[in-house]
């Protein structure tokens, strides 16, 4: 068994791919609790006591009744019953679950590495910051739920951009640490530098927009494609619009935006393939990624198209976590 600085890297291995399967669940679940509309039901943030859901009526009866308080039950759920609000509750309970198991997975293994191998603080230091931005991640979370507790019947958009922002970072530099860990091959001959990183800053700027349309219902409007009701622009935005200071506030021109980089983005990938032949590279990481774009384009469409349905709007959302996946291996491989 490999053996490197005193550490057993397949345990290592072993950690970071949980990792990066735990935050790819709950980017999932997430989301399904976006789509539910299920992320205000529990307006406090508990961090030991909400270890259990609540065992008695009582119990329910108390969070039932904080809820009641806040502007989404007032204004759009007034009436709801106690079974329906333990539907949305159970979907916020899971995601909060899931994220303290997280931090817990994120740290306790490092403190065991720290204490049973010498060296490893000063070789492996780095992935204690993995740990760091998932409570930092917490406390985004929260900062993120309080935005819809007061005024407002949904959470901020902005914030809900920040919050899956930064659980793709996390994945990203899982990933990162991974191939490094496993000593990736990278491509003796290298591919337009400038082409892989634009690709991969549209790839993060189309899943931020997606993130804000999500905020904002905005897969709700122009459900047609390739036209938006008939019209190439919104119907229902002036060029004014554009470059107003609340343009990223505008449900019409960021679903247009979305629209238009997912466009860019497929003629820059076509470019990338004509590179992959030129340079007679591997393949198949490459075949991977347009498979990945491919379903994604499909299921972004299908969404539209249905309305935002939930099964096909989170099928597109973990889509887009495999395409950033597999296109940081390519990115990594020509670093």
């Known amino acids: 068994m490999n053996v490197n600085k005193n550490i057993n890297i397949l345990s290592l291995n072993i950690w970071l791919v949980t990792i990066v399967a735990l935050i790819s669940l709950i980017v999932f679940v997430g989301g399904l609790t976006r789509l539910t509309e299920s992320g205000l039901s529990i307006t406090v943030w508990e961090v030991f006591k909400g270890l259990l859901p609540p065992l008695n009526l009582q119990e329910w009866n108390n969070y039932f009744n904080e809820y009641k308080k806040i502007p989404e039950y007032k204004l759009l759920n007034i009436g709801m019953t106690l079974q329906e609000f333990k539907t949305i509750f159970y979907w916020e309970y899971a995601h909060r679950l899931l994220a303290r198991f997280i931090a817990i997975i994120s740290i306790i293994p490092l403190i065991y590495f720290s204490i049973k191998h010498k060296g490893f603080?000063?070789?492996?230091?780095?992935?204690?910051?993995?740990?760091?931005?998932?409570?930092?991640?917490?406390?985004?979370?929260?900062?993120?739920?309080?935005?819809?507790?007061?005024?407002?019947?949904?959470?901020?958009?902005?914030?809900?951009?920040?919050?899956?922002?930064?659980?793709?970072?996390?994945?990203?530099?899982?990933?990162?640490f991974l191939f490094d860990l496993n000593k990736i091959k990278k491509f003796k001959i290298k591919l337009p530098s400038k082409l892989t990183l634009v690709i991969l800053y549209l790839i993060v700027f189309q899943i931020v927009l997606g993130a804000l349309l999500a905020g904002l219902n905005g897969g709700l409007i122009y459900n047609t494609w390739p036209d938006m009701n008939g019209s190439f622009l919104p119907t229902d935005s002036s060029l004014n619009d554009y470059f107003s200071v609340n343009v990223l506030s505008d449900p019409s021109i960021i679903q247009f935006f979305h629209r238009i980089t997912a466009y860019l983005l497929f003629f820059l990938i076509i470019f990338l393939n004509i590179f992959y032949f030129k340079l007679k590279l591997d393949l198949k990481t490459l075949l991977f990624f347009d498979a990945a774009i491919l379903i994604q384009i499909i299921f972004g469409i299908v969404t539209l198209l249905s309305g935002v349905m939930i099964e096909y709007a989170s099928l597109h959302q973990m889509g887009s976590i495999i395409v950033l996946s597999s296109y940081l291996y390519i990115y990594y491989k020509n670093t």
């Open 121 to 176: 603080l000063i070789n492996y230091k780095k992935y204690f910051f993995l740990f760091f931005l998932i409570v930092f991640q917490g406390f985004i979370g929260w900062y993120m739920v309080n935005s819809g507790l007061d005024k407002n019947i949904d959470v901020s958009h902005f914030r809900l951009a920040v919050h899956l922002s930064i659980a793709l970072f996390i994945l990203s530099l899982s990933l990162w």
